[in-house]
């Protein structure tokens, strides 16, 4: 069985927010008018980019859990120019990480450690390494060579 750390980033978490489109996770009245964070300029483009982000935030869980949320905004933070200077980090919106890894809890996906944060539950590593080996068994087929990470 394949493993998050076997497919490509970007194909597992784009096809992760499908499945949790489908799921109906709950996102909240106010994301069509706000911003990432500090560090952007405007909102996301992106209309289901809320999805996205907690397919994302849901694969980062899984890598380097157990997470907090200060964790979780300084990795999804970024720079942000003052004056003519160099750009300063500035962390990502806590309420768009903690309203994510709420529905992701009701789901079923995430659940917290006392002290130390969340980490990915048993149903949440099952359903990951399940896509994951779909992810790589349509791979396999386009590429044989990548037949020895099954």
């Given at each position: 069985m394949a493993k998050v750390y076997d497919v490509p980033s970007d194909?597992?978490?784009?096809r992760l927010a499908a499945i949790l489109k489908n799921e109906d996770i709950p996102a909240p009245s106010w994301i069509p008018f706000?911003?990432?964070?500090?560090?952007a300029d405007k909102p996301p483009q992106d209309r289901d980019w809320w999805h996205t982000r907690c397919a994302s935030l849901m694969r980062k869980i899984y890598l380097h859990g157990p997470l907090g949320i200060n964790e979780l905004r300084k990795i999804y933070g970024g720079g942000r120019p003052s004056g003519y200077g160099a750009a300063h980090h500035k962390d990502a919106g806590g309420a768009i990480i903690r309203n994510a890894?709420?529905?992701l809890e009701k789901l079923g996906y995430v659940?917290?450690?006392?002290k130390k944060g969340r980490v990915i539950s048993k149903k949440?590593?099952?359903k990951l390494d399940r896509l994951s080996t779909e992810i790589l068994n349509e791979l396999i087929v386009v590429n044989p060579q990548l037949k020895i990470y099954s």
């Open positions: 194909v597992l978490i784009s706000v911003k990432t964070g500090a560090h890894i709420q529905g659940e917290k450690v006392e949440g590593m099952q």
